[in-house]
C-alpha cells in the first residue's frame, strides 16, 4: 500500500488550496478513503471521509462548508478541496486509507503534506 500526498503549500488566510492523493498497491475503487491532519503539538483530526463509491462523505465540524473531499477511482485518487482557509487550518495533512468516521478505522495513510495558512 502507497499513498502520497501533493499540493501543500503557503497560502494566504482566505485562499484556496487543493490536496491530491495518489494510491497504489491496492484495489483502490474497494475502500472507503479520507483526510486527516495535525498541527503542531496537537492530536492528530479527522477532517474528511469519503465511501468507495464517492456516495457518502462525512466531514469534520471544523471544516464543513469549506472543504470538500472527493475521488476519481478511474486515477486512483482521493482530493481534498480547501476554501477560506484560516490560519488555524495549518497543519501537516494525511491522506488515509479507511473511512475514519462513524466508529471505522483507517490503516494507512501517507508522509502528509504541509499546509500553511499565514499572511
Known amino acids: 500500500v502507497q499513498l502520497v500526498e501533493s499540493g501543500g503549500g503557503l497560502v494566504q488566510p482566505g485562499g484556496s488550496l487543493r490536496l491530491s492523493c495518489a494510491a497504489s498497491g491496492f484495489t483502490f475503487s474497494g475502500y472507503a478513503m479520507s483526510w486527516s491532519r495535525q498541527a503542531p503539538g496537537k492530536e492528530r483530526e479527522l477532517v474528511a471521509g469519503i465511501s468507495s463509491a464517492g456516495v457518502i462523505r462525512n466531514y469534520a465540524d471544523s471544516v464543513k462548508g469549506r472543504f470538500t473531499i472527493s475521488r476519481e477511482n478511474a486515477k486512483n485518487t482521493v482530493y481534498l478541496q480547501m476554501n477560506s482557509l484560516k490560519p488555524e487550518d495549518t497543519a501537516v495533512y494525511y491522506c488515509?486509507?479507511?473511512?475514519?468516521?462513524?466508529?471505522?478505522?483507517?490503516?494507512?495513510w501517507g508522509q502528509g503534506t504541509q499546509v500553511t495558512v499565514s499572511s
Open positions: 488515509n486509507r479507511g473511512f475514519g468516521f462513524s466508529g471505522m478505522s483507517y490503516d494507512y
